[in-house]
T-cell receptor, first 118, second 118 residues
Framework: DTGVSQDPRHKITKRGQNVTFRCDPI?????LYWYRQTLGQGPEFLTY????????KSRLLSDRFSAERPKGSFSTLEIQRTEQGDSAMYLC????????????????FGPGTRLLVL | AQKITQTQPGMFVQEKEAVTLDCTYD???????LFWYKQPSSGEMIFLIY??????QNATEGRYSLNFQKARKSANLVISASQLGDSAMYFC???????????????FGSGTQLTVLP
């Protein structure tokens, strides 16, 4: 299977604990995105990498959140001192940079990690 | 203001009939891209169709077509010959041009839950 994969698929944690999620993009894709989706809403952008460089971060990404993509391949998203408001689906997507306009660059999503903070 | 508005929280359609899912958007950019994604209950976002703001023809992909009305800022998804497997959440999304500083990520609407009835 050459799609985007995410691990774990589900995570239950207690408030105050740290959690880390992993995303493996499609192998030739050089761009990787993290989104958060709460119940009944569409995904909201968190952050974006081109290769190993984190180029953009949303103001939704508080100081408790950190994302890395150390070798330009897989990425991790860590949430420190989790809060109940962090309960959501965390989606990862990847895309291939176009030479020309990037408007039609299609993002392919993984199955998501569903986080529940008790 | 909402950038993407999907006014239909839920829609029902009889199997084999066509259905239109509404999407209106708000942007001051002349260059932008519009996407539709399908999200089954499993959670993965599946790319369906893309329309560029300068595309003269309405996009089509198999049973999916996009009714793009630029002056009205609408990009409705039409699904022909509905199948039971089409039951899912459908999200409209937009990518704006670099000039607005948000060239990479997608902005999603709140989605429409489509149920196909046998």
């Amino acid at each position: 299977d050459t799609g985007v994969s995410q691990d774990p698929r589900h995570k239950i944690t207690k408030r105050g604990q740290n959690v880390t999620f992993r995303c493996d993009p499609i192998s030739e894709h050089n761009r990787l995105y993290w989104y958060r989706q709460t119940l009944g809403q569409g995904p909201e952008f968190l952050t974006y990498f081109q290769n190993e460089a984190q180029l953009e971060k949303s103001r939704l990404l508080s100081d408790r959140f950190s994302a890395e993509r150390p070798k330009g391949s897989f990425s991790t998203l860590e949430i420190q001192r989790t809060e109940q408001g962090d309960s959501a689906m965390y989606l990862c997507a990847s895309s291939l940079k176009y030479r020309g306009t990037s408007l039609k660059e299609t993002q392919y999503f993984g199955p998501g990690t569903r986080l529940l903070v008790l | 203001a909402q950038k993407i508005t999907q006014t239909q929280p839920g829609m029902f359609v009889q199997e084999k009939e066509a259905v239109t899912l509404d999407c209106t958007y708000d942007t001051s950019d002349q260059s932008y891209g519009l996407f539709w994604y399908k999200q089954p209950s499993s959670g993965e976002m599946i790319f369906l169709i893309y329309q560029g703001s300068y595309d003269e023809q309405n996009a089509t992909e198999g049973r999916y077509s996009l009714n793009f009305q630029k002056a009205r800022k609408s990009a409705n998804l039409v699904i022909s010959a509905s199948q039971l497997g089409d039951s899912a959440m459908y999200f409209c999304a937009m990518r704006e041009a670099i000039s607005s500083g948000s060239a990479r990520q997608l902005t999603f609407g709140s989605g429409t839950q489509l149920t196909v009835l046998p």
